[in-house]
Structures are given as structure tokens and as C-alpha cells.
């Protein structure tokens, strides 16, 4: 009977759910510490270090598109388009639009222009997944804390070419919904017909994705650095943390970007070893210069597309 009943839980109501146990634990720690929070920068460094997240937070997007084009050459297509990376990053700022889809809208549009409409769909359903195979790979170095984070290294696992398609049919029916208008149904053996993957694990597209999460890090760790004493930190602790709450974000994308979810599971994961006010203080920064990032280099990108359409 209560394995019936949660056979029969919808997925997407969960993640609403815990949503809104996000944001109500955000909220609640903000009102909480609400006296103790000041963002006055009164010395002049802070300001380099407001500096060094936005570079680094823009680095990361480049890395991030540029994971996007080895995908689509990992799929056996060598596209000699300059543009996949700058159209990429176009396509960013459309995360924040309601609906959560339309970034996948314009990219599976672009490419199917270019390729095959399955190969387009295929990739743009599995980028993500990218993502958060090499959060939870950074994650699972938290293994010196508890042996239980090595169970995070299965998602990096099953990016094998032989269980790739696993992932894919997974990955539609998880999204059956909100992607279903562009849904491709393809059977195991004309996804190897068809789709011709050069080898058998993508560790150039990991490494690059790493690269990604590493420099999203470097940017939070300069606004953590403005309000946190920056002596005797644990590095290695505080990575773990935001690499973990960062992939729940990426899995619970009820808002854009997995806003309020990253800064809940990030308070609620690092306890009480840090001052929350602090905390709250860095989280906000942070995500503002994150997403500034997002729409200040999509902007550009943005007007350009639509000065070569008139």
C-alpha cells in the first residue's frame, strides 16, 4: 500500500515542494539575521574581489558553452560553426523567462538547422545531465568527510557511450512534459545507427564541465571572501557544499538558475561553522553577479541578432 502511494507521487510536485522548503528556510534565516546584515563595502579591496567574481563567473559561461560544442562533436558531428559558443551564450538569458524551456526551444531550433532534428534534440536533453555529472563529481571529494559520497560518482559512470541511451529515455520521462513538443522517440539500435558517438567516455566534455563548476566556485569563494574572515577556511568543505547544492539546484529547476534552492541546501548543509548573516550576505551577492553574468554577455549577443534581422 505505501510503496503503491509512492509509485504515484508526481516528480514535479516534489520539486515544487522542495522549492518552496527552500525558499521558506532562505527567507526564514534572512528574517532571522535580518539586523546583523549590512552590505556597506567600506575597503577598497572588497571591490577587486566583486571584480574577481564576475570574471570568473564569465569564464565559467564560456567553458560552459564551450561544453555545449564538444557535445555536439562527441555525437559525431564536427561542425565548423564559430558560432555555437557565442550562440550558446545568446541563449542563456532565456533561462530566466517563465516556462524553463525556451533556452532549449532556440537551441534544439538552431540546431536542427545545422544537423539532424534527433541529434539536436538528443543534445540539448543531455547537456544538462552533463552538468551535473561533474557537480556530483566534485561533489563525491567529500568521500574524507563520509564514505557515502562516493555514490555520487554513478552519475559520471553512466556517461558511457553503451549506457548513454539509458540516460536519454530516462531523461525524457523525467521531462516528458515541458519538452514533450519536441519529444524523438528513437530505439536503442537506431540511436547507434544513427548517432555516431566517437568514444567511449567523454572525458574531454567532463573535464571542461569540471572546469565549469570550478570557476562558478572561484566566483562565490570572492564574495564569500567579502564578508568572511578569509584564515582558516576548509576549502575543501566549503567546495563540497556549494558543488552538492548546486547540482540540487540544477535537478529542482523550479526558478531559474535553481535560485533559492543552491542558497537553502547551502545554509542548511554547512551548519553552524560559519556566521549566517554572513552567509546570507555572500549567497545574495553571488547571485546577483551570477545571474548579471548571464544577461550582461547574452545582451550584446542579443542586440547583434537583432540588427542582422532588420
Known sequence: MIKKYFLKINFKTFKNIFFFISIFYFTYYLI???????????????????????????????????????????????????????????????????????????RFTFLKERVNEKLAFYVNLIEPYFMLSASLLLTSLGVIYNPLFLIFLLPSI????????????????FKNKSIRIFKINYTKSQFDEKIKIKSSFPFKILSIEILFILFKFLGFIFCFYIFNDSNNLDYLFIFTIFSLSWSIGLIIPAAPGGIGVFEGCFLFLIGNDYSQSSLIMSLIIFRFISSCTDLILSAPLFIKQVIKRN
Open 32 to 106: 532571522f539575521n535580518k539586523e546583523d546584515i549590512s552590505f556597506e563595502i567600506k575597503e577598497e579591496i572588497y571591490y577587486s574581489y566583486i571584480f574577481l567574481s564576475f570574471l570568473f563567473c564569465i569564464l565559467s559561461v564560456f567553458f560552459n558553452g564551450l561544453a555545449w560544442k564538444n557535445i555536439i562533436i562527441w555525437f559525431g558531428q564536427n561542425l565548423k560553426n564559430n558560432n555555437l559558443i557565442s550562440f550558446y551564450i545568446l541563449t542563456n538569458s532565456l533561462k530566466y523567462i517563465p516556462g524553463g524551456v525556451w533556452h532549449f526551444y532556440e
Open 158 to 173: 553512466l556517461l558511457h557511450r553503451n549506457l548513454i541511451y539509458i540516460i536519454i529515455i530516462k531523461l525524457q520521462s
